[in-house]
């Protein structure tokens, strides 16, 4: 049976859903799940240009998937990662910086900026040793272990370790998790996540309510998250093979090395030379 509902962990999906301007009360309530305890309730967000330029035409420049502003000036980078890469966590850091500039006055500017939220949805698993799916990263003083600054704030949401069955959710953050992982697998409401807001979501997800050229765009988008999928699993495949081949020939090798150093001594204790035994042994 084909899917009745779309993918979010695709690029399609993703920003169908968070990415438009129609929908954006979605994204409200998303991040209002994510983190209305600790920076209070967002009423209004206004999106803003993704892409941004360094200082000059030289400069690198960086390709938000959501890029959006508070009604009290916060800065939201939404960014969906759908595989590991090197370095993710300095590139998150790195995207933090363009608000930062944006913000900085031309004149007489003190250096206050408002807060800047990076928020990663990652469909792979970035802490390996860690069972959390849910890591909250800001700066932090290390003698005190007291928060130095709350203008920085680094949220990685890692979607594979996120293993709750429908009657285990416990609140409004984690049906969205669920929703935004198992979508896909689901061909009707179920009874936990019948809220108004994630109506909307399965309303708006429905495949068959597409246009010919939007399923289109949506086929390849999905293309691409299997065939990436594909080719990670191939290397990571591989890569087992290869270890299981080199930690083979290292064990023979060393197998060889310590047989011939004990014929070695072995020869040396019946009274010949380090030299005549080495010669006899083809060393």
């Given at each position: 049976?084909p899917?009745?509902?779309?993918?979010?962990l695709?690029?399609?999906?993703?920003?169908k859903?968070?990415?438009?301007?129609?929908?954006?009360?979605l994204?409200?309530?998303?991040l209002n799940s994510?983190?209305?305890?600790?920076?209070?309730?967002i009423?209004?967000?206004?999106?803003l240009?993704?892409?941004?330029?360094?200082?000059?035409?030289?400069?690198?420049?960086a390709?938000?998937?959501?890029?959006?502003e508070?009604?009290?000036?916060?800065?939201?980078?939404?960014?969906l990662q759908?595989?590991?890469q090197?370095f993710?966590k300095e590139?998150?850091?790195?995207?933090?910086?363009?608000?930062?500039?944006?913000?900085?006055?031309?004149?007489?500017w003190?250096?206050?900026?408002?807060?800047?939220?990076t928020?990663?949805?990652?469909?792979?698993t970035?802490?390996?040793?860690?069972?959390?799916?849910?890591?909250?990263?800001k700066?932090m003083?290390?003698?005190?272990?007291?928060?130095?600054?709350?203008?920085?704030?680094?949220?990685?949401l890692?979607?594979?370790k996120?293993?709750?069955?429908?009657?285990?959710?416990?609140?409004?953050f984690?049906?969205?998790?669920?929703?935004?992982?198992?979508?896909?697998?689901l061909?009707?409401?179920?009874?936990?996540?019948q809220?108004?807001?994630?109506?909307?979501?399965f309303?708006?997800?429905e495949i068959?309510?597409?246009?010919?050229?939007?399923?289109?765009?949506?086929?390849?988008?999905?293309?691409?998250?299997r065939?990436?999928?594909?080719s990670?699993?191939?290397?990571?495949?591989?890569?087992?093979?290869?270890?299981?081949?080199?930690?083979?020939?290292?064990?023979?090798?060393q197998?060889?090395?310590?047989?011939?150093e004990k014929?070695?001594?072995q020869?040396?204790?019946?009274?010949?030379?380090?030299?005549e035994?080495?010669?006899?042994l083809?060393?």
């Amino acid at each position: 049976m084909p899917d009745k509902y779309i993918d979010l962990l695709t690029d399609f999906g993703f920003k169908k859903i968070f990415g438009e301007e129609s929908n954006k009360e979605l994204l409200i309530d998303f991040l209002n799940s994510l983190l209305e305890e600790e920076k209070g309730k967002i009423t209004q967000i206004t999106y803003l240009k993704t892409e941004k330029l360094g200082m000059s035409q030289l400069d690198r420049k960086a390709i938000y998937d959501i890029y959006c502003e508070s009604q009290t000036g916060e800065k939201f980078i939404v960014e969906l990662q759908k595989a590991e890469q090197a370095f993710f966590k300095e590139r998150s850091i790195y995207y933090a910086t363009f608000p930062i500039q944006e913000q900085a006055i031309k004149g007489d500017w003190d250096f206050k900026f408002n807060s800047i939220y990076t928020i990663a949805i990652m469909d792979f698993t970035m802490e390996k040793e860690s069972s959390d799916y849910i890591h909250r990263v800001k700066l932090m003083n290390t003698e005190t272990k007291e928060i130095f600054s709350n203008k920085l704030n680094f949220i990685y949401l890692e979607i594979p370790k996120f293993n709750k069955q429908q009657a285990e959710l416990e609140n409004h953050f984690e049906k969205w998790i669920y929703i935004i992982k198992n979508l896909a697998k689901l061909d009707n409401i179920p009874p936990e996540l019948q809220e108004k807001i994630f109506k909307e979501v399965f309303q708006m997800s429905e495949i068959a309510k597409y246009d010919r050229p939007s399923r289109q765009i949506y086929e390849d988008s999905l293309k691409a998250k299997r065939d990436w999928k594909n080719s990670l699993d191939t290397s990571f495949e591989k890569g087992i093979e290869k270890g299981k081949e080199e930690g083979l020939q290292e064990g023979i090798e060393q197998g060889i090395e310590k047989g011939l150093e004990k014929a070695l001594n072995q020869l040396i204790q019946s009274g010949m030379t380090e030299e005549e035994a080495k010669k006899i042994l083809g060393l």
